[in-house]
């Protein structure tokens, strides 16, 4: 039923975005394969962190793994698109296993550490062995559109439906993920691990889990960005890159998928929105940290407007928020709104992180929540 | 009925109307009027917009930041006496932050957004390799690269890409000759970029510095975290090999960061040092800046240091040099007049040589051949190369000597090809003096 109606609206999405794809100018396909892109990564960055409770300033990392395994199975094995993209992701989710495993006996602090390191010393495989990584200067690559699509069809759009159609994919499976009894096991995880353990779900599993699925999502948005720029370079997945997609993830709404939107949207094209804000506004070319100074004046708004991100924002605006007090996440010690739980407290079942089994337990979905939770009790409990 | 992870209709209705309000200012068109037609992509009857991408900030932007603003200057003055038949030359330089990934996204904005008539002087080795591809697929002129790299020479592949600065091979070979010729049975180390820029300077060297000589090869990573300690380590390894003489192809940044820790390390050999790295005020300046000190302890460090040049030396004073200090009092005279301010200049004049001769309403293609068909020794101390099969631009240089911060002339203007077996020859072509308009 669920997976319906989610199917449903992505269907309907993508009509409309391949709609609006033709009729865009070659640049701003571009632009649209880059957000729908960074949407993936970002989408499964807020999973990792707003629905399991973990973190990582590492994501880059993940994209760069998806981005070169694209550009190496492009350039030597000629394998089909579909396929290269499913590659991408697994091998970015063997990565995030790996990580996951490390990351699954590390908390907070040091879990941001170790993720972080990953992302400093991942590009500089790509020095150590230049004959294969092409070193600072990456790999360049071609891919081409369909035979079926004629000869003029742009590469432009083409690349932005493969990209906006993998993103809409992607977003789906998540979004039933997260109603799934895996989505509700996070979430219990994230509000108190403690009492996620006494009710007998297994931490550790779920943890690298949750690190694999978001892998795979980082690798699957690396690899549609090479596609799009057909090129990667080690500076393409700098550190930045790796804060920016958890710039993007606060600023979007920390666990909300539809926040990934507006987090991909914004990473993608504020900053050359300001660029040309200010070569157009007088700004000589030597005050090149215009932008740069916009896009924090931008972060600062947005997170004193929208405590709870852009989607908590709207949300609000909508009168859509629920009402509780619950819907915080803890990260660094500090407790962060979650974005699709902005609004001030009502009912007070709870706070979730007191609560035994969940934030779904707040609110009027008590009893459904708890009867999943004791379904998932059982289940691990028999083990 | 659980809300929180639906896919809400709002930020993909949000998507679609960004999307759609995008599309409606996409495309430009242009009039014509009198003679002067709307003859290709970025070019009116009152402009041509040029594109390129310059690093602005970040690592490489030491220096380098001035010269888009030095081409702009140049620009300027020939719009301000008369433009390119009448037409004004717009140019609009992005900062990509010396990052391929940026370049990429932002030579598409030029090309597919910004419709630019030709892409022009798109700075750096691993940022351009990574556009030039897209550049040629979509047919637009690739002048005069800003970067010495022997691979803007593929005519074949490439055909729409130009190189203008002597390329490193043939740098190397220059600097080699010298070497060869001047420490006969000294120990050589080189001290180099880990990429194009820096392999090609070496293979250069190679061909003319006996192998027997050469005691130590280091490699630098020009994205390393941590350059200082990067640095640092190939400092000590350049000292314990007792390298009499280093030769380095290193960007301002590292060349600085190498002479502070030869410092530290109480090693002092003989540099030989390519024109990049070489402009004395850049590097007096970041050693300046780096070293926390002021006044002459910047240029005292880099005294001596064994360079070439491929164009006028600054502290001659010939025709060239007198248009551009003219040209730079007038448009820029908060930036330094530099060696980067005189490449900058010197790259815009070629390209306006090119762009006259590419005729009154040109197409792409028409600037293209006009590059083929060759151009006149103008403003380089030595001519250039081009032709249909050879994109390389200026072909030899003198070598020269940094002296209280100035680069002083040590000999006659050399030129070479790039091959293994070309020889170094000493040119003695007298360079014709700049025209008195300024403009070719």
Known sequence: ?383 | MNRSHRLGFAPLAALAAVAMLVAACGSNSSSSSGALQASAPGVTAKTITVGSTQPLTGIAAPGYDEIAPASNAYFQYVNAHGGVYGRKIVYKYLNDQYNSSITTTDVRQLILQDHVFAIFNGLGTPTHLAVAPFINAEKVPDLFVASGCACWNATSSWPQTFGWQLNYIREGKILGSYIAANFKGKKIAFFYQDDEFGLDGVKGLSEEIPASQVVAKEPYNVAAANPAAEVGTLAAALKASGAQVVVTFAVPAFMAILRLSDLGLGYNPTIVSSSVGSDPQTLAGLLNTFAKKSGSFGTSLIQGIITDSYLPSLGGNDSWIQLFTKIHNQYIPKLPLDGNVLYGMSVGYTFVQALLKAGRNPTRQDLVNAVNGGLPQGVSVAPYAYSSGDHDGITGAFMAEIKNGVISPLGPVQVTDTTATGAVTADNTAQPPAPTSGIP
């Open chain 1, 1 to 383: 039923m669920t997976l319906a109606k989610h199917a449903g609206i992505a269907i309907l999405a993508a009509v409309v975005l391949l709609a609006v794809t033709s009729k865009l100018d070659s640049f701003r396909q571009y632009q649209l394969a880059q957000v729908a892109a960074t949407v993936i990564a970002v989408a499964g960055l807020t999973v990792l962190i707003g629905i399991s409770g973990q973190i990582s300033i590492g994501h880059g990392a993940f994209m760069f793994i998806g981005g070169y395994s694209t550009a190496l199975l492009v350039m030597h094995l000629n394998w089909p698109l579909a396929l290269v993209i499913v590659a991408s992701a697994i091998v970015a989710g063997v990565a995030g296993a790996i990580m996951g495993v490390a990351a699954a006996r590390l908390r907070g602090p040091y879990l941001a550490g170790a993720t972080l390191m990953l992302a400093v010393a991942l590009p500089a495989v790509a020095f150590q062995w230049q004959g294969v990584f092409g070193g600072d200067q990456g790999l360049n690559f071609t891919v081409s559109t369909p035979g079926f699509l004629g000869a003029n069809f742009q590469l432009t759009e083409w690349q932005a439906w493969v990209c906006c159609v993998s993103a809409l994919i992607v977003l789906v499976l998540l979004a039933n993920l997260l109603r799934s009894r895996v989505g509700r096991n996070w979430q219990a995880l994230r509000d108190n691990e403690t009492a996620a353990a006494l009710a007998g779900l297994n931490v550790a599993n779920l943890r690298v889990r949750a690190f694999i699925v978001s892998a795979a999502c980082a690798g699957v948005g690396g690899s549609l960005l090479a596609m799009t720029m057909l090129n990667v370079t080690p500076g393409a997945f700098t550190l930045a890159l790796s804060i920016q997609l958890l710039t993007a993830v606060v600023l979007g709404g920390l666990g909300s998928l539809a926040g990934a939107i507006w987090g991909g949207i914004i990473l993608v094209l504020v900053p050359p929105f300001l660029t040309n804000f200010a070569g157009s506004h007088g700004f000589s070319a030597g005050s090149a940290s215009v932008p740069i100074v916009g896009y924090g004046l931008v972060l600062i708004v947005v997170m004193l407007v929208f405590p709870a991100g852009i989607q908590g924002g709207v949300r609000r605006l909508l009168g859509l928020a629920r009402p509780t007090s619950a819907g915080q996440v803890s990260v660094f010690g500090r407790r962060w709104q979650l974005a699709w739980k902005s609004a001030g407290s009502r009912s007070g079942v709870g706070d979730a992180a007191d609560n035994a089994v969940g934030s779904e337990a707040a609110g009027n979905h008590t009893a459904a929540s708890e009867a999943a939770a004791q379904d998932g009790l059982t289940e691990e409990g028999t083990r």
